[in-house]
């Protein structure tokens, strides 16, 4: 996507090439085999199908034809890191709705599919397949250029930039739809655009934080499903097969990005995930603090899903019923009741309180938002735990 945005200057017909150019390597490569470069045939396939679209439409055909062919011929090899980067920062462009910058990059940079998007931002699918479609259009119209900008326009951009890198992770992390609670093709990619944007801002704190929090969260992944591939909660997790490496290097970056002295969300997040890294069991687990740096957190960047954890940490320092209070009133907020982990931590602390029948409703709002498969196994288990029947739902 990178490359063929870079040749064609256009974010839509570079998609629409790419997808092409992918359904024909499917056809092709069953018959031929794979070629000794396949990037660089999916690169030159799809220049030559924006050639074709370019010259089909006889819009501006002879122009813009001309200015594709006047790059020479197919690259093999994609530009590489500043590519990709600069399709990110592309994507973040001010001129774009701060609502959509975003979602487009997922689904630019990423490859995640529209109700994939929808489902990372709580907002039904046809309502973000406009709001992508307006986005590309508007990149189009408006001749956004294609290139890294300057250290103005990058500071400018960096803290949209920084949730896209976010929310990539978020989505391997945390799969909303699908057979596999974890993407790993998702977290590598999110690692490295933090990496990438960390050797680009060297002295940014929040870049820092933001790959700081990845490597610690990441550093889970191996002890988060079991040989099953079932749902792990963090307080049951096999702690010694976290990744001791990420967290080493996690910590060590987080207390560089703090000692600059300028905090921010994700040095703050990183913080929290942090504490679950020190602490060598879950019991021993420093719950109240982990709610007063929610506490900060929220005071910073104000969102419902950053209440909703700050609950759970509630509940884990005071009990069930503290934590109860936050989410009752949270579950009433439309946007974040589409989010299934909200139920599904409701119901956990109506089942720590005693509320059994309560709890086995809350547990099924959260399988009637369709959440990743071993997601709804792990909440089918608890609603049989509870004695009732799964099934009806």
Not at 51 to 67: L, M, V
Not at 181 to 200: E, H, I, N, P, Q
């Amino acid at each position: 996507m990178a490359a063929l945005t870079r040749l064609t200057g256009d974010l839509g017909r570079a998609e629409d090439a790419v997808q092409e150019a992918c359904a024909a390597a499917l056809v092709r490569w069953r018959r031929d085999g794979v070629p000794a470069n396949p990037t660089g045939w999916l690169i030159g396939a799809a220049r030559h199908k924006a050639i074709d679209t370019i010259r089909r439409e006889g819009r501006r055909a002879e122009k813009e034809a001309a200015a594709v062919r006047d790059l020479g011929e197919p690259v093999v090899e994609p530009g590489g890191e500043d590519d990709e980067l600069s399709l990110v920062f592309l994507c973040c462009h001010p001129s774009l709705d701060p609502a959509v910058r975003v979602a487009l990059t997922l689904r630019a940079v990423c490859g995640l599919t529209t109700p994939e998007v929808a489902a990372a931002f709580l907002v039904p699918g046809p309502t973000m397949a406009k709001r992508l479609t307006r986005a590309k259009a508007k990149i189009r119209d408006a001749g956004i250029p294609f290139r890294t900008p300057d250290e103005a326009e990058r500071a400018r951009r960096l803290p949209a930039v920084l949730k896209v890198v976010y929310l990539v992770f978020t989505q391997g992390h945390m799969a909303a739809r699908g057979d596999d609670l974890v993407r790993g093709s998702l977290c590598d990619t999110a690692v490295s655009l933090a990496r990438r944007l960390a050797r680009l801002l060297p002295d940014e704190p929040e870049v820092a934080g933001l790959l700081a929090l990845l490597l610690l969260t990441d550093a889970r992944r191996a002890a988060r499903i079991d040989a099953h591939g079932d749902l792990v909660l963090l307080e049951d997790q096999d702690r010694s097969r976290w990744n001791a490496a990420l967290i080493a290097e996690g910590e060590a970056l987080l207390e560089g990005a703090l000692r600059q002295g300028r905090p921010g969300p994700y040095q703050l997040q990183a913080a929290i995930a942090a504490c679950h890294s020190g602490a060598p069991t879950a019991e021993v687990t420093d719950w109240r603090e982990i709610a007063l740096l929610y506490d900060d957190l929220l005071r910073v960047e104000p969102s419902p899903v950053h209440e909703a954890n700050r609950a759970v940490a509630i509940a884990m320092s005071e009990g069930p019923a503290a934590g109860l209070v936050v989410l009752d009133a949270l579950a009433h907020d439309p946007q974040i009741a589409r989010w299934p982990q909200l139920h599904i931590a409701r119901a956990d602390l109506l089942r720590r309180s005693g509320r059994p029948a309560e709890a086995y409703e809350a547990y099924g709002r959260a399988l009637q938002l369709e959440p990743a498969a071993a997601e709804r196994r792990f909440i089918e288990a608890r609603r049989a735990e509870l004695g009732g029947d799964s099934r009806r739902f």
